[in-house]
Antibody, heavy 119, light 106 residues
């Protein structure tokens, strides 16, 4: 059973960098079969795709966030990470990590982690 | 950028059929996936590639996709189907979600 678990600070000060890690179990990122993604959801709003990474390190980002986002992977630890710079209150959301399968369907999701940007 | 349009809300009587649409330019040429999200939980894939159900998803859930509209159909709606539903496609190298539809079962 594939499991993803987000971890990181629940509170970030405005203008600082939001950093999250997703630990994967039940699958190996290095298998090279899937994309590994970050998605967020502000309270009461819809899903917003942030970006994804392949085991090779190749990335794709949401154009609206591209200038502030970096997704990286550590295959030795079987985890991948999200960095979002220059945060504002608008970045307050539940952040999900996920595995993207064939046809880009998202088959597995983490439970989500609430990150609040506030001073 | 590619946009997907969903109705904000849909209501259905218990035991009847609910239809949720997802509009997008030439969406019929894309693979459409649908997710169900219960309050406080992560989304769950209920339909992939237009009309395929993952294991464990009831046959009551079905999908179609043609021209500029994809549709999620929930037959014999149950109270447990009340949730938010999102469509999703890929446009080039970008994943796009619809704005979501709240399904109310009356």
């Amino acid at each position: 059973q594939v499991r993803l678990q987000e971890s990181g600070p629940g509170l970030v000060k405005p203008s600082q960098t939001l950093s999250l890690t997703c630990i994967v179990s039940g699958d190996y990122i290095s298998s090279g079969s899937y994309f590994w993604s970050w998605i967020r959801q502000p309270a009461g709003k819809g899903l917003e795709w942030i970006g994804r990474i392949f085991s090779s390190g190749s990335t794709n980002y949401n154009p609206s966030l591209r200038s502030r986002v970096t997704i990286s992977v550590d295959t030795s630890k079987n985890q991948f990470s999200l960095n979002l710079t220059s945060t504002t209150a608008a970045d307050t959301a539940v952040y999900y990590c996920a595995r993207e399968g064939s046809s880009s369907r998202i088959e597995y999701w983490g439970q989500g982690i609430l990150v609040t940007v506030s001073s | 950028s590619y946009e997907l349009t969903q109705p904000l809300s849909v209501s259905v009587a218990l035991g009847q059929t609910a239809t949720i649409t997802c509009g997008g330019y030439n969406i019929g040429t894309k693979n459409v996936h649908w997710y169900q999200q219960q309050p406080g939980q992560a989304p769950v894939l209920v339909i992939y590639r237009d009309n395929n159900r993952p294991s464990g998803i009831p046959e009551r859930f079905s999908g179609s996709n043609s021209r500029n509209t994809a549709t999620l159909t929930i037959s014999r709606a149950q109270a447990g189907d009340e949730a938010d539903y999102y469509c999703q496609v890929t446009d080039g190298f970008t994943v796009v979600f619809g704005g979501g539809t709240k399904l109310t079962v009356l």
